[in-house]
């Protein structure tokens, strides 16, 4: 997630990218957050990346390993605003 943030999302930019990584346990469960300031990810390639036929490489790879170690108890989300912040928030069980 962190390689996405720098291949796409600071490709083309010309400000410096900023990329903040986060994590905490909070209610019996695990949150990697993953922020950065790129050019952002439009809600069409949201739906992309998040739906089951999609085609990413990197993100299905994320996404197949985690159900198989978690099954489905797993979250991944996605917020982004263009050119101001793009938030990745993986949630995974404790146990």
Do not use: M, Q
């Not at 962190?2 to 019996?28: L, P, Q, R």
């Not at 300031?37 to 990413?56: A, M, P, Q, V």
């Amino acid at each position: 997630l962190v390689e996405n943030s720098v291949v796409h999302g600071f490709e083309g930019i010309s400000y410096k990218g900023v990329i903040k990584i986060s994590a905490f346990i909070e209610d019996n469960k695990r949150y990697f957050i993953i922020e950065d300031n790129g050019k952002g990810i439009d809600e069409n390639t949201k739906r992309r990346i998040l739906s089951d036929e999609n085609k990413s490489i990197g993100i299905n790879n994320i996404r197949y390993r985690i159900k198989y170690i978690y099954g489905d108890e797993y979250e991944i989300s996605i917020e982004s605003v263009p050119f101001v912040r793009t938030k990745i928030t993986v949630v995974l069980p404790l146990s």
